[in-house]
């Protein structure tokens, strides 16, 4: 039932006070919706009543009794059905609070009544079924009337009062006691009325305290959309900002590997080292910073392969070279010629960080690169150098981003200040399933143990590795996709200096076009941003749907994510991420050059 607002404000007061509160409504609607088997054990009490007293003197006034209290239960019972009949939704109106406590005491009244009828004429023992009848009717009516106080007592008034009276008139001794039971019902109804208030105060507290908690959790909804969207407009900026970053530290990258390739002094070669390092610093920072702001819901993949391990850490090792040699430093590499399966960016990445940090923080002595093998099959590499060492306090912290050891003022000369290496080391290595372990002693050194899964290299690989060396390109053809000026010449350079013959083409129609005048290159470079409507990997498939798909193809792209990124991905070809270091390019080349062809 609902209640009806209009009745209810335009009743009188004495009559709106029926309908009360909350507790008041729900013990109505409740009363009502019980009426079928409630008002049935009352007319089972009733049959049990007329049963001993329809056969005695008594008999005329027990029918009269049986036929007034049946026309309540009548009245009772149809209001209930019409009230069913309309879906057991009727709206819960003044009239309808006062049939239902009205047809209650009219129901109580019934009962107090029978007493007075009977008179003295009744047997002991019909007289303790009369008493303990009364009494339970009293009991239960006090307690179907809880949360209207008033009613309970009028019900049990009008079904005690009686019996008590004609108790003390006829000298019965159960005049007492039906005292104390008048008494103990209405307690009970007193009693269960304010544990039900109490009850709805409490749900009350709880509804609001949930609405509450609904409006907080709106709102820190709206906070934290507010976040997302900021979180990914500034992942935005960073994108745009990365592959225009990207694209000169690619440009500087080759052509200091370019200027390197030329003959000159020793002071000349030395500087092109020098700045070699600082390009590929420039670009770890970059990559970090990016990997920092892109979204949880787009994490990088690892792509594993198998790997030879001594290459890399050579082509990792080589931009600090310089770097060591100037402070000083010596940078041993004793790595055994192995191979890993692992993400060979991701991998290359975690071992760079490594060795960074260690030529940054170790003022004189050595930076040692070594491997270890392990009966199980796995492979453990070490980077340890005599550095300043980490506080057993300060090892928890080391990988957490933006903290450095014994670096608060952020000194640009113990690097770029920003603590980023080692949170990369830590983020890849869980991707990659890396074990990380650290070991330090302040003033003595760090030693950082990655744990690596071995695997045999395929023939093709390890010969790749053993011919990585400029002179084993002379003569070989490279179609170099590339539409950013800078970047074109640059690749040019270094290519003719590692001996390739270069063809170079600006856009995607320059490629076919160029693919129509020369045959099957040995090796396809392609960047993956070309003007126009037309991908890289879209041009690459169509080269690679005349010349056949034996071609070796590597793609460029400035960008971490994206469609054409995602269709490069899905080729299963090499994706090199610029700045692309030329030792990673020319180990693609050795790779492309050392596979047979069909």
């Known amino acids: 039932m609902k209640i009806g607002e209009s009745d209810r404000f335009s009743a009188p007061s004495w009559a709106r006070a029926l309908i009360g509160g909350e507790v008041e409504r729900e013990q109505l609607v409740s009363m009502f919706r019980a009426t079928p088997w409630g008002w049935s054990l009352g007319l089972l009490g009733v049959a049990i009543l007329y049963a001993e007293y329809g056969r005695g003197p008594e008999a005329p006034e027990t029918a009269l009794w049986l036929c007034w209290i049946g026309a309540v239960v009548l009245v009772r019972l149809a209001g209930w059905t019409l009230w069913l009949l309309r879906g057991g939704h009727m709206t819960l109106s003044v009239a309808w609070a006062v049939f239902i406590l009205g047809s209650n005491l009219a129901f109580a009244a019934c009962w107090g009544s029978l007493p007075l009828l009977l008179g003295e004429s009744v047997s002991p023992s019909s007289e303790g079924i009369l008493h303990v009848t009364l009494a339970a009717v009293a009991i239960g009516g006090a307690t179907r009337l809880a949360g209207f106080d008033r009613v309970t007592f009028a019900f049990v008034a009008l079904v005690l009062a009686p019996l008590v009276l004609r108790d003390f008139w006829i000298g019965t001794g159960f005049g007492l006691l039906m005292i104390i039971i008048g008494l103990y019902a209405g307690v009970s109804g007193l009693s269960l009325s304010r544990a039900l208030r109490d009850a709805q105060l409490e749900r009350a507290r709880n509804a609001d305290l949930a609405a509450r908690l609904r409006e907080e959790l709106q709102r820190g909804e709206i906070a934290r959309a507010r976040l997302e969207e900021v979180g990914r407009a500034r992942t935005r900026i960073f994108a745009a900002a990365n592959h225009d970053l990207r694209q000169p530290l690619h440009a500087m990258g080759l052509l200091i590997q370019a200027l390197r390739s030329l003959p000159g002094s020793e002071e000349m070669q030395s500087l092109a080292e020098r700045l070699e390092g600082c390009t590929e610093g420039m670009g770890d920072v970059v990559d970090d910073l990016i990997e920092l702001t892109r979204d949880n819901t787009e994490p990088r993949t690892p792509r594993l392969a198998p790997l030879a391990l001594r290459p890399l850490i050579e082509d990792c090792c080589r931009p600090f070279v310089a770097l060591s040699s100037a402070k000083g430093l010596q940078l041993d590499i004793e790595v055994q010629d192995v191979g890993v399966f692992s ?71 113990r690097g770029l200040g920003l603590g980023l290496g080692l949170a990369t080391v830590q983020r890849f290595a869980a991707q990659l399933h890396i074990e990380v372990t650290v070991h330090s002693v302040p003033g003595e050194g760090s030693r950082f143990t990655l744990r690596l899964p071995r695997c045999e290299l395929p023939q093709r690989i390890a010969r790749a590795g053993q011919d990585a060396q400029p002179a084993a390109f002379a003569g070989r053809r490279v179609l170099a996709v590339e539409d950013d000026p800078a970047i074109a010449d640059a690749l040019q350079r270094l290519l003719q200096a590692w001996g390739c013959e270069v063809v170079l083409a600006s856009s995607g129609a320059d490629a076919l076009s160029a693919a129509e005048a020369m045959g099957s290159p040995d090796a396809v470079i392609a960047d993956l941003a070309l003007p126009g409507e037309t991908s890289g990997a879209e041009v690459v498939q169509r080269l690679r749907e005349r010349w056949g798909d034996a071609v070796p193809v590597t793609f460029l792209t400035g960008s971490t994510g994206g469609p054409a990124v995602e269709a490069a991905r899905a080729t299963g070809l090499p994706l090199l991420l610029k700045p692309v270091a030329p030792a990673r390019l020319r180990a693609f080349l050795a790779q492309a050059f050392a596979t047979p062809r069909p």
């Open 343 to 413: 993400d060979g960016g991701m991998f290359s990445r975690i071992v760079a960080n490594l060795v960074s940090n260690a030529v940054r923080y170790t003022p004189s002595g050595h930076v040692r690169v070594s491997t270890a093998r392990e009966r199980t099959g796995a492979v453990y590499l070490h980077v340890e150098d005599t550095g300043i060492g980490i506080a057993a306090d300060e090892l928890p912290r080391i990988f957490e981003p933006f903290y450095q050891v014994d670096n608060p003022g952020r000194d640009r000369r």
